[in-house]
């Protein structure tokens, strides 16, 4: 392999999960001018068109085949696209990008849990202490550093949200799992067509649609619409034909760590306890995905790659 088309994959991993991360950010700004059903919609919809037009230059997808799977992509966009994206500008109406995103750290490991539950897969010593760990980081992140606080105050609304969110995205993980295969992107393409032909109709019922009305409001929507929806996708599979995709997915833990300088840099708030939860949260992840569950079925690790909705056998894309 030469060091170039490595370089290239590389590059294109760390400008996915800033894209993403960037989701977070920039999806906090735009919940003060759209509604998350709006945000979601709008955000599916004009993604749709390019995602659909790269799925058949880049994958060339037999589209009855595509058509045929239309349950499993009902499930999918249902808990990922709709599901997860709803509950995560919810939460950002309540909650910090960089809380969010340090409860979302958590998800790897809530994934490894749901594959033990569902997928038959057995957990070993060194996973369940990485969940552990983690799931203390997340929990001195929701209780801002006072575990004892959650007992009396409980958790904000924003946070539990925030945990519903990455709930739904084990769903959508477990699913995708389990789902007849297809190319990633053309997967992505049809669970996003799914997205609009649902969530048109639930605004426009519910009279809940609201457009962006001011400068900022558009650049925001079409920056959520473009670069996490369509060229992190886009930059994330093509980096998976290079890189293997086990080790591509620990370049998701990168999304909390831009999600941190970007609130840095914008002057957010950022506590010592967050600080500390985070450190724990990704310790605990990398824990977890060192060898943390083996299957059932046939004692190997990993899973198959290129399920429908999955970008690795590792982690499905983000968001």
């Known amino acids: 392999m030469s060091r170039h088309p490595r370089t290239t994959a590389i590059v ?49 997808p037999d589209w009855r085949r595509v058509l045929r799977a239309w349950p499993w992509l009902l499930a999918l966009s249902a808990f990922g696209l709709a599901g997860y994206n709803l509950l995560l500008y919810a939460a950002l109406e309540h909650t910090d990008a960089l809380s969010a995103a340090l409860i979302n750290a958590f998800n790897p ?3 490894t849990l749901a594959a033990v539950a569902f997928l038959r897969e057995r957990l070993t010593a060194a996973g369940s202490l990485g969940i552990v760990v983690a799931l203390v980081g997340v929990l001195l992140v929701i209780s801002n550093g006072n575990l004892l606080a959650l007992a009396t105050l409980g958790p904000t609304a924003g946070n539990l949200l925030m945990v519903a969110a990455i709930c739904a995205w084990t769903a959508y993980t477990v699913t995708g799992r389990l789902a007849p295969p297809l190319p990633p992107i053309t997967s992505t393409a049809a669970q996003a067509t799914v997205a609009v032909v649902v969530l048109g109709p639930l605004a426009a019922a519910t009279r809940s649609l609201q457009l962006p009305t001011t400068a900022e409001s558009a650049a925001a929507l079409a920056f959520i619409a473009i670069f996490p929806s369509v060229l992190s996708y886009l930059l994330w599979n093509r980096a998976l034909t290079v890189i293997p995709a086990g080790r591509a997915g620990v370049f998701l833990n990168l999304i909390t760590v831009f999600t941190a300088v970007f609130t840095l840099i914008t002057g957010g708030a950022f506590t010592v306890a967050k600080l500390v939860g985070g450190v724990v949260v990704l310790a605990g992840v990398v824990l977890t995905n060192r060898t943390s569950t083996r299957s059932a079925a046939d004692g190997r690790d990993g899973l198959p790659r290129h399920r429908a909705g999955t970008g690795s056998d590792a982690e499905p894309c983000r968001r």
């Not at 003060?32 to 060339?60: C, D, G, K, M, T």
């Open 109 to 111: 490991a809530l994934i």
């Open 12 to 60: 294109s991993l760390l400008a996915a999960t800033l894209f993403w991360a960037g989701n977070y950010v920039v999806g906090a700004a735009a919940v003060h001018a759209l509604n998350p059903l709006s945000l979601v919609f709008l955000r599916w919809a004009i993604a749709v068109i390019p995602l659909v037009v790269l799925a058949q230059v880049l994958e060339r």
